[in-house]
């Protein structure tokens, strides 16, 4: 009861005084809005990392089998880079071996992959990101279509001239044009158009809705994978433990496919999204440090503020120390007092912070590619930052209350 | 005339007059000659050879040079002299403010004189009301917010608090302005408010120092009534002043001078003396 009475008195005094309240709780309203905001947006980049990364270009529950990762995070080194490029290239038989492990209930589909121009009598030629591969790749990615079919097993067999198209690819190459049916030439061959993609949107910046997806056997292969390779064999399975047993077994038929012995290293890469976000993760715990380093600044130089301040009011309010005292206050009565005083303050200034921090977090993710979502932790973290340092500047303010002796205080005009 | 620590003046034979009797100076010699010894229940105050120096940049200031002092329950006791006699130090001695450095001070049966600063907090809590000249009330609380205060830190809950408060208020006859603030008071008001506050502990002894210093004669009247009501309903009353016809007041006058007592009459002879 006490505590409320201290608190409600820090109210009043804000209230009373607001504009020497204000510039008290700058630095805190300030360093608290940057940690909200920072923390948000790197929280909102590794959601967007998590869900929608990890999803729509890896996928989930998935791996691929492929030379070397695809997703090369961090720093590789000239070495890594030699040995990769000393790997083996993947042809069909390593493909066949690899699906000939793989336990019943998964999926799996070749992938070829590569950027290159593609035209239509509508639209000027541009760079398409060009995948070739089988019918189940769609369910693996769950790309659903708009309109138009998917192509068929025998399409897929024949190596049909047939493809499907992203939203963006048809609409600069078929504007105001229903694409199904229309012909579009990538790498100078001619391909049908069969069906449209539903809009897949795009991770950091990079559109998934260009895309131009045609059948392996077809002649896009020679567009992706002029010599005849297959980039990776794409896996998918029901569940977690599923798809790890289908990893091991993949490795352990291509070791032997390969002859590797046991001490030599795999010369091929099995590539699950752990990679990546495990990586993602190294880089936000970084984001997090640095990007909270500078506002705690800002929160330093808010608790000299408020210490000061506090100084100032335990100055001014000597004789109200000195009638407290007389009435029977205790030297802990009147440090948590104080130490309530200031905490409620610097809370406060912590909650106008949390506001301002939300607010432009929002308004950096309107304006920019980045993401923000504000986490709950964050602004819980930020209540108790603010309390922690309205505690930690008013300790020594609030001790110097708690020493003032009666008979001088009570002296003080 | 020289210094007479148990007050041989008083005339013995007035001591049972009055609403409460007073004790009377062989009481208070045998209380007061006994170092050592926790003094009767019925002994509020006995102060042992008081002492208290001040260092006041290298010179030894001797405010108290070795008080004796016994106070009975339901006493109303006036302690007066002029300025520099000793008599804030011995207030705040007695108020549990301040330490001596020697001597023994005995609050209610309890040596208090060798007390840790929470211990006398507690103490100030429980057995003292302080009423102070310029009142002390906090600015921005309400009437009935600082006649609480004391509740506060004796860790009373807010509704008894409250109702204690009232009770406290009704008392001096404020009932009505409890909830104004100090400035929204008259003098006459706050000292009022100031001595709700003193007695809403119900304290062993009531402690007014120049409580009638800030006011005008006529509401000077109207403080002293209400100390005069309070000793007739058996408050034991301690009042410091350095007027004579404000200490014509008590039924008991403790003149101090250069740090001993001088003199410690009952009312007539004091008024006698001083020609009031």
């Not at chain 1, 949107?201 to 567009?223: A, C, E, Q, W």
Request: charged residues 25%; proline residues 5%; contains cysteine.
């Amino acid at each position: 009861m006490k505590f409320f009475e201290a608190v409600r008195l820090a109210l009043s005094q804000i209230r009373v005084q607001k504009l020497k309240s204000f510039f008290t709780l700058l630095g805190v309203v300030i360093g608290v809005m940057f940690l909200i905001a920072v923390v948000s947006i790197v929280e909102g980049m590794s959601r967007y990392v998590e869900e929608d990364f990890a999803a729509k270009i890896i996928g989930k529950n998935t791996f691929s089998f492929r030379r070397r990762p695809d997703v090369n995070v961090g720093n590789v080194s000239e070495e890594t880079w030699r040995e990769y490029s000393r790997r083996p290239r993947i042809y069909e038989p390593d493909v066949a071996v690899a699906r000939s492990a793989l336990p019943p209930g998964t999926v799996s589909a070749v992938e070829n992959m590569t950027f290159a121009y593609a035209n239509s009598q509508y639209g000027r030629p541009r760079q398409v990101q060009v995948i070739a591969t089988e019918p189940d790749y769609f369910k693996i990615k769950s790309y659903n279509l708009t309109s138009g079919r998917l192509f068929s097993p025998q399409e897929a067999q024949l190596g049909t001239p047939v493809v499907i198209i992203g939203t963006e690819v048809a609409s600069h190459f078929f504007k105001g044009l229903d694409p199904v049916g229309r012909e579009i030439r990538v790498g100078g061959a001619p391909y049908t158009i069969i069906g449209l993609l539903e809009k897949q949107g795009n991770v950091f910046g990079f559109s998934l809705d260009r895309m131009v997806i045609g059948p392996y056997k077809s002649t896009l292969s020679r567009v992706t994978n002029p010599r005849g390779d297959i980039d990776a064999l794409v896996v998918q399975a029901p569940t977690r433990e599923l798809l790890d047993d289908a990893m091991e077994s993949v490795r352990e038929v291509m070791r032997g496919f390969r002859r590797l012995p046991p001490a030599r290293p795999d010369n091929f890469a099995l590539e699950t999204s752990d990679a990546a976000l495990s990586f993602f993760d190294e880089l936000k715990g970084k984001l997090i440090l640095f990007g909270t380093a500078l506002p705690a600044i800002g929160l330093v130089v808010g608790a000299m503020v408020i210490m000061n301040i506090m100084l100032v009011a335990v100055a001014e309010r000597t004789r109200e120390i000195g009638i407290r005292k007389a009435l029977g206050a205790k030297r802990r009565d009147i440090l948590s007092q104080f130490l309530v005083e200031s905490a409620t303050l610097s809370v406060f200034g912590a909650a106008i912070g949390i506001g301002l921090g939300i607010g432009l977090a929002k308004v950096v993710a309107a304006v920019s590619p980045l993401p923000a979502s504000v986490a709950p932790w964050s602004i819980a973290l930020a209540l108790l930052v603010g309390a922690g340092v309205g505690i930690l500047a008013g300790m020594y303010p609030a001790s110097r209350a708690a020493r003032l002796d009666p008979i001088a205080a009570l002296r003080q005009e | 005339m020289t210094p007479n620590t148990t007050g041989e003046r008083v005339d013995d034979a007035l001591a049972t007059t009055g609403e409460h009797p007073l004790s009377t100076t062989a009481e208070r010699k045998a209380v007061v000659d006994a170092p050592g010894q926790a003094p009767d229940k019925d002994w509020v105050i006995v102060t042992r050879g008081l002492k208290r120096e001040y260092d006041m940049g290298g010179e030894i200031v001797r405010a108290l040079r070795g008080v004796d002092i016994a106070i009975r329950r339901n006493e109303y006791v006036a302690i007066m002299g002029p300025s520099g006699s000793g008599k804030s130090t011995l207030m705040n001695l007695i108020g549990c403010l301040d330490t001596p450095n020697e001597g023994e001070y005995w609050l209610n049966g309890t040596l208090v004189s060798q007390m840790s600063d929470d211990a006398l907090a507690r103490v100030r809590n429980k057995e003292i009301g302080f009423v102070f000249q310029t009142f002390n009330l906090l600015p921005r609380a309400t009437a009935l917010h600082n006649v609480e205060l004391p509740l506060v830190y004796a860790g009373v809950s807010a509704d008894e608090r409250k109702r204690r408060a009232k009770d406290a208020l009704a008392r001096v006859q404020l009932t009505d302005r409890m909830d104004h603030r100090p400035n929204e008071l008259s003098g006459g008001q706050r000292q009022r408010v100031a001595i709700a506050r003193a007695l809403v502990n119900n304290p062993s002894i009531l402690l007014a120092d120049e409580p009638t210093g800030n006011l005008d004669s006529q509401t000077s009247e109207e403080i002293m009534k209400v100390f005069e009501g309070l000793a007739v309903q058996g408050q034991t009353v301690i009042m410091v002043t350095h007027e004579a016809d404000i200490a014509a007041h008590a039924r008991r006058v403790v003149v101090l001078r250069d740090g001993l007592i001088a003199s410690d009459d009952r009312r007539a002879a004091f008024t006698a003396r001083m020609g009031l």
